[in-house]
């Protein structure tokens, strides 16, 4: 028999044809040649520009980078400066009808001077908030609910579960079990708290440097704009609540369009309205109607 031809192992066949396949390996003094060889020529010419073609901007002058392109910023509307709050919180800025500065005025230290009382002050307002429900919400029992007098089918006999009536709460367009009924969430409490409360959110304003006094509303006719140039003239920045000692249409309609001020009489001031609109507004007419209601 003749003698088969001897294997080699798997791996010694395996390095044989990575031998065969890998390049031949190039010289370092190839090296520079080959790449000078291989890179692109650089055009001799430039190409034209065409429509299509991106501009670089032009530099501007006074700039310290070449070529860099200044952004146009939006100019903003100049506000006026607000006041400085003065040492003793008391003494407010008074300004004229046309929102010009026209000295200080005291306020009285019964009103606006005296400790805030937090608890009375949420007390109050949780009373007032309370007291603007309707309390109307209702709903109809199975008593109430029109229907349901006969069985709706018999006790036995069907594998079904056993009822009585069609309005009953578990069925639907039945009755509601533990619904609202109207009812009243009226909450009492003593005036002198209430006035203590108010008393503590004027006393707040004060100590913030947010009340302004105005000597009266130089408004001839209706006009919002003329109410903005107003206000800010006065300094007002956030949301405003004016205070007036009598009702007066032309202020009440110059501030109807903005959303962010509010007009109400020295009589009708309230908790809610103070907390709600961050600058106070007083009329100095209704300086005395305050002193003489809540003082």
């Known amino acids: 028999m003749s003698e088969e031809p001897e294997k080699k192992p798997r791996a010694a066949r395996a390095r044989k044809k990575t031998a065969e396949a890998a390049p031949a390996e190039i010289s370092a003094a190839e090296t520079p040649a080959m790449a000078e060889a291989i890179a692109p020529e650089e055009p001799t010419t430039k190409r034209k520009a065409r429509p299509g073609d991106a501009q670089t901007p032009a530099p501007i002058q006074g700039e310290a980078g070449e070529g860099a392109a200044q952004k146009p910023v939006a100019r903003k509307k100049p506000v006026p400066k607000r006041r400085e709050k003065s040492a003793d919180p008391l003494t407010?800025?008074?300004?004229?009808?046309?929102?010009?500065?026209?000295?200080?005025?005291?306020?009285?230290?019964?009103?606006?001077g005296q400790e805030p009382n937090q608890a009375v002050?949420?007390?109050?307002l949780v009373?007032?908030?309370?007291?603007?429900?309707?309390?109307?919400?209702?709903t109809k029992t199975r008593g109430l609910v029109s229907g349901g007098g006969r069985k709706p089918f018999r006790q036995k006999g069907l594998g079904r579960s056993r009822h009585g009536s069609e309005r009953e709460p578990s069925m639907v367009g039945g009755g509601v079990v533990f619904g609202?009924?109207?009812?009243?969430f009226a909450q009492e409490m003593p005036r002198k708290m209430r006035r203590n409360a108010l008393r503590s959110a004027l006393s707040v304003?004060?100590?913030?440097?947010?009340v302004s006094v105005v000597d009266g509303f130089?408004?001839?006719?209706?006009?919002?704009?003329?109410?903005?140039?107003l206000l800010q003239g006065i300094g007002v920045e956030g949301t405003a609540l004016l205070v007036l000692a009598a009702s007066n249409d032309v202020v009440a309609r110059s501030a109807a369009n903005l959303p962010w001020a509010k007009t109400i009489l020295a009589s009708n001031l309230n908790l809610h309205d103070l907390f709600t609109y961050e600058h106070l507004v007083i009329q100095k007419d209704a300086l005395e109607q305050l002193e003489a209601t809540f003082a």
């Open 92 to 112: 407010v800025a008074a300004f004229s009808g046309e929102g010009k500065e026209a000295g200080e005025v005291h306020l009285s230290e019964r009103i606006f």
């Open 121 to 124: 002050m949420h007390q109050a």
């Open 127 to 138: 009373r007032q908030l309370a007291n603007a429900r309707q309390g109307s919400a209702s």
């Open 180 to 184: 609202p009924h109207p009812r009243s």
């Open 205 to 210: 304003k004060a100590r913030d440097g947010l």
């Open 218 to 229: 130089g408004l001839e006719e209706p006009k919002t704009r003329a109410m903005v140039e």
